[in-house]
């Protein structure tokens, strides 16, 4: 006894800790598990009703649902739809949030106001936004291609093209999103110690190189942060796409959430869909360490 | 020590409760039957496709006071809001689902295998003869009664009479020679800036379920059909036909000829916009198409026509929403729920449907037809016709999802070669080809 309390330290400490721990452990680190087990598993829903808490029935089936889900080239395209949709939508929004957020870190009047406005789309709905976009963004009558023939170009049916379709959503997600990240790095700017400006100032530094050699380098952790998350949001695309384009044209837009959403929700292949996530969080964990490795290069 | 002793004792005591509280628990009956002899009321629950507060649940809640009224041994809770996918499921394997489930007969169909619901045949097989034999096998599996069909809707076609005056066209088209003639009249520049800006006809060309339907109808009119089974009993890929592929050229034709130049982005609800909105003069829709353009005031009288045959005759798309009992309901319960379905799905029931439901000018307009055969002599449809068309379409129906695999069919082939084909990308021939070995393919791993 008076070993395990030697290793454990005082016992009463996980007893408060133990309501926490039930809760995530049944409804986050069980699931987990259980949908690890599931995508190796040959699962009949209406088996579920007569199935336990802890069982989950069905045949074994090995990796044979991940496989297919590499060999079906739909999935691969939205692999790579999804990561298209990412190259555009994480470094628009990071620079966007970067220059709105030293924008609105000035000591001007109104300030709190205009970030108040940046702030907003992100309070909107996807489906509000989404639709806004499907209006702004019409081939035919849509704002952005009367102003286009106000100078003479003739805008593309945009939502309808398999070349634009997919920016298109991903600028509406930047739009959305950018005034939240602006938060973040406004929070990281106001944590950048004056002084560091005041020694560029003496040094003659310019406002580039000062952002160039103070700001950019410091926010470096926020940076990490934000693309994370950034990076996790790309890969979860899907309620845009679902209403403004439903996956097409030709299948351009089709992302690996629309196809899981499918496949768990529709047709309820719980196995399948399951494997699809993880060869999806595999994904993420693999740019995530390189993320890390590359920031922890930078910054010592 | 003590204290901390108990404290332990007692979060553990905690854990093991929280974790046999979430076990299963189907044994439990909750019978929810008043006992006393003559008072003894059998209490269901009856989950609808729409919000219970809307104007269709108000309409639906008035159908079942008048069900209560006829048996006060029964009361019927009404509970809103659309239950699909994994929400149905989640609910009938909670063993606490409603008694009687408004659902999609293609989402019956999809845990019909599964034996999700209560085979009502039973009950309900001498019924058979009250709904063409193509409605009613939207409800069967197997040869077994998962949904007893209560409301749904056919297509039609629906038409500016003042655009047809105006462009001098005197009837609706019956044909589609006579569809793409008239069509081709309406698409005119009223404004003189050298482009239209009036279209024939709304069509759908978004990548998504509203093309299926609209191209579907016309494929069958054609004569194709989306599958068959071969020799061995085994379902294939039909639509790559020359009639299917014949039914795309004239749709595309159609599509680019006659429709908004935007139509490749459109789905049902924003072509239904554009027509309430004089931007087309036709489009195809079900009977909730007029109910929107008198409700929005378009300033027009809009007209209902049957949709224009194609080689092969006249065909549209039909869907039912099915009354089902999830598997667990039993007793007083199930008796109960069997007569509430009967009564739903008799004719007093079924005419009250067509009342509609209430708008907020305090007008009632109708949301979806019943689905019996029989119901053409009923006098809501002698004093409006324009809605006798649409149960006129039971008659030649058209089925969306003839079996539960071409779902996903659908979703991740199908949607996407039509789109990839009336956009100009690829041939009416290649894009059918394409559904054709993929889906097979799909089929077969089923």
């Known amino acids: 006894m008076s070993y395990i309390r030697r290793k454990l330290g005082d016992l009463s400490a996980y007893a408060f800790i133990l309501p926490a721990f039930l809760i995530l452990g049944l409804f986050l680190v069980y699931p987990v598990i259980w949908s690890v087990v599931a995508s190796f598993k040959d699962i009949k829903p209406m088996a579920l009703q007569q199935a336990g808490l802890f069982e989950i029935p069905g045949k074994i089936v090995g990796f044979d649902y991940y496989a297919d889900a590499l060999q079906n080239p739909l999935f691969l395209k939205a692999l790579v739809n999804t990561l298209y949709f990412g190259i555009i939508f994480v470094p628009i929004t990071m620079l966007g949030s970067v220059l709105l957020a030293l924008l609105v870190n000035q000591k001007l009047a109104g300030v709190n106001f205009v970030r108040t406005v940046f702030f907003i789309p992100y309070i909107i709905s996807v489906v509000s936004a989404s639709l806004i976009f499907v209006f702004l963004f019409n081939g035919d009558r849509g704002l952005v291609n009367a102003l286009l023939s106000n100078i003479g170009i003739e805008g593309p049916n945009w939502l309808a093209s398999s070349v634009w379709a997919m920016p298109v959503i991903a600028i509406m997600t930047c739009w959305r999103n950018i005034g939240y990240f602006m938060l973040i790095y406004l929070s990281g700017l106001q944590s950048i110690p004056t002084d560091l400006y005041e020694v560029a100032d003496v040094e003659g530094a310019s406002k580039f190189e000062k952002f160039r050699y103070v700001t950019w380098p410091l926010l470096g952790r926020v940076s990490l942060v934000v693309m994370i998350l950034l990076l996790i949001s790309s890969l979860n695309v899907f309620q845009e796409v679902y209403i403004m384009t439903g996956g097409g044209p030709a299948d351009s837009t089709t992302t690996v959430p629309f196809l899981i959403f499918n496949r768990a929700f529709k047709y309820y292949e719980i196995g399948p869909a399951a494997a699809m996530s993880y060869i999806l969080f595999v994904i993420v964990i693999i740019i995530t360490i390189i993320q890390k490795k590359l920031v922890d290069k930078r910054l010592g | ?446």
């Not at chain 2, 999609?104 to 034996?115: H, I, N, R, S, T």
Request: negative net charge; glycine residues 10%.
């Open chain 2, 1 to 446: 020590m003590l204290k901390r002793t108990i404290t332990i004792a007692s979060l553990s005591a905690l854990l093991i409760t929280a974790t046999a509280a979430c076990g299963n628990n189907t044994d439990k009956e909750n019978s929810g039957t008043a006992e006393g002899g003559k008072d003894k009321v059998t209490e269901i629950n009856m989950q609808i496709a729409w919000a219970s507060d809307s104007g269709r649940g108000v309409a639906i809640r008035e159908i079942l006071d008048e069900f209560q009224k006829q048996n006060p041994d029964i009361k019927v809770n009404m509970l809103g809001g659309v239950q699909y996918g994994s929400k149905l499921l989640t609910q009938i394997l909670s063993g606490k689902a409603p008694e009687v489930l408004q659902v999609q007969y293609g989402d019956v169909k999809a845990l019909a295998g599964e034996e999700a619901f209560i085979d009502l045949s039973g009950d309900f097989a001498p019924q058979k003869d009250n709904y063409a034999p193509e409605i009613w096998s939207l409800s069967e599996n197997d040869g077994k009664l998962y949904g007893m069909p209560w409301i749904g809707h056919t297509i039609q076609l629906i038409y500016n009479k003042e655009m047809f005056e105006k462009a001098g066209i005197k009837e609706a088209p019956k044909t589609w020679d006579e569809l793409y003639e008239d069509a081709k009249k309406l698409t005119i520049d009223t404004n003189g800036d050298g482009k239209p800006d009036q279209y024939g006809i709304g069509l759908s060309g978004k990548q998504g379920p509203d093309m299926t339907w609209m191209y579907g109808m016309f494929a069958q009119q054609a004569g194709a059909k989306l599958v068959e089974q071969d020799a061995n009993g085994d379902y294939k890929v039909a639509i790559n036909s020359p009639e299917g592929q014949k039914a795309l050229e004239f749709y595309t034709k159609l599509m680019k000829d006659t429709s908004p130049p935007d139509s490749l982005n459109k789905d049902g609800a924003a072509i239904m916009a554009d027509f309430r909105n004089k931007v087309v003069a036709m489009e195809l829709q079900g009977p909730w198409g007029v109910s929107d353009a008198w409700k929005g005031d378009a300033g027009f009288e809009p007209a209902v026509a049957e949709v224009p045959a194609g080689p092969a005759g006249k065909a549209t798309e039909v869907t039912a929403y099915l009354l089902s009992v999830p598997t667990g309901v039993k007793g007083d319960k199930l008796d109960a729920a069997k007569k509430l379905i009967t009564y739903l799905t008799g004719k007093e029931a079924q005419e009250m449907i067509m009342k509609g439901e209430k708008g907020d000018d305090g007008k009632y307009y109708p949301f979806r037809i019943p689905i019996r055969k029989d119901m053409m002599d009923t006098d809501y449809f002698k004093e409006h016709p324009e809605f006798l068309t649409f149960q006129k379409g039971l008659s030649y129906p058209f089925t969306l999802v003839p079996i539960p695999q071409w779902q996903k069919v659908s979703d991740e082939v199908y949607q996407s070669a039509l789109n990839q084909v009336v956009s100009g990308s690829i041939s009416a021939a290649d894009g059918l080809k394409m559904v054709e070995d993929k889906g097979n393919a799909m089929i077969k791993a089923e």
